[in-house]
């Protein structure tokens, strides 16, 4: 069976995270590059991307991840339902870019969003994901966090690439690795990202039990930060699926983790 490695391309990296739909297209780029690094070796890859300035500010402002809310609520400029066909939108329009990248590149990629086959968010959403299994050798096939529908009384909810991943990676057969590429950071650090060499460092092993302190900027991400990509990596390596976390941005980091190089970046231990 041949090799198959499931990659999270991360918002705060592919976009500018807090500047309203503002792509990173020179990463992109590199990122593509790096993928068809790997298919070129014999891996079949399945991709995630997360959603950055595409998908959190709208959603946020919208309180989309709450579901259903008070009219009174939410500002007066659209109502929740036309903000989830926006931020549904503007994914696709993100998706468009990541598509473009990989088309650079020759890679080949048919994107499956999340709102048309997935139900219900978190790690134990509803969906068939024999649809990512079945796909022909050398497609990638692409996904992302998404607005998804939901069951009442919430009606609609934010999946996150990272519950997306977790479930690919455990699902799909002949999976050996996870990598999360990240924008800003190496990996996980001891602290939030300061500058400050000493507060901030690179943790190149993660246990589980392992204190570490994320920054989850809130005001920004209606998902979970780093504390959920550690909670659903955590989850996918008890499988045996080695689980990598490392800079999207630095050098070609991201296909040696998908290739099992060593590389700098954090490892999680089960
Ligand atoms: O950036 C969030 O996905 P994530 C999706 O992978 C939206 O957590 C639409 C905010």
Known sequence: MRERVVIKWGGGLITEKDTMKTVRKEVLDTLANQLEACLSEGIDVVLVHGAGSFGHLKAKEFRLAEGRQPASTVPSTMSQDEA?????????????????????YDVSAVCLPPHLWAHNTGADFQGDLTLFESAPKGIVMVTHGDVVDCDPPEEFGILSGDDLVYRLATELSGVQRLVFAMGGVEGVLTGPPTGDDDASKLIETLHKHDAFKGEHLEQLDVTGGIGLKVERGFQTAAHG?????????????????????DVRGTTLVP
Not at 245 to 254: A, F, N, P, T
């Open 84 to 104: 989830v066909k926006a931020v549904r939108n503007d994914m696709q329009e993100l998706n468009h870019f990541v598509i473009e990248a990989l088309t650079k």
């Open 241 to 261: 699926i080695s689980v990598h976390l490392v800079s999207g941005e630095i050098d070609g980091r991201v296909r040696d983790a998908c290739l099992g190089d």
